[in-house]
């Protein structure tokens, strides 16, 4: 990560037993839990009633998940230019300062493990709002250069993306 004053790390918040995001005991962590990305697969892959016991198997089962190509390009990528998508939310919203997060279980069910925190501030340093950050890529990015993904991402915002 570049150096910027308004963006925290794990290490910077003294969450140095924080486990690395994509870190084998991270995904240790999330293995039997419903996570925010676990969710999704109702949209896509829940056609009809016994679709459940499939998607229960993936959840909390011990089958692992095989990706395509695709998939895995469109992984890398978002992974690529996390970090300078956070570049890009410090930039583009005034007084703004980025908290890494670490994942938090919640119980035996489930875990979250958000790419961070953005807080607001007002010129009097008073918090303005906050929301938890979970940053995609474009996926129609994938390939593209560094400098053609910055010039797409960069928008002018006042609020990021809901």
């Known amino acids: 990560m570049w150096a910027n004053r308004n963006f925290h790390s794990l290490k910077d918040q003294g969450l140095d037993n924080a486990h690395e995001q994509g870190s084998q005991a991270w995904l240790d962590g999330r293995k039997g839990r419903i996570t925010g990305s676990k969710p999704s697969t109702l949209f896509f892959n829940f056609k009809e009633e016994k679709d459940w016991d499939i998607i229960l198997e993936q959840w ?3 089958t692992k998940e095989d990706f395509d190509e695709i998939a895995l390009a469109r ?3 978002g992974s690529h230019f996390e970090d300078i998508s956070v570049k890009i939310i410090l930039d583009s919203i005034p007084f703004s300062h980025f908290y890494e ?3 938090i ?3 035996e069910h489930y875990s979250a493990s958000a790419d961070g925190a953005i807080i607001v501030l007002n010129d009097d340093k008073t918090p303005l709002w906050h929301a938890n950050v979970e940053i995609k890529a474009i996926a129609g990015g994938v390939g593209n250069s560094q400098e053609k993904m910055e010039k797409i991402l960069r ?5 990021p993306a809901s």
């Not at 928008?155 to 609020?159: D, E, N, P």
């Open 60 to 62: 909390f089962g011990d």
């Open 75 to 77: 992984m890398a990528h």
């Open 101 to 103: 997060c670490p994942q």
């Open 105 to 107: 279980d919640i119980n």
């Open 155 to 159: 928008k002018k915002w006042k609020l």
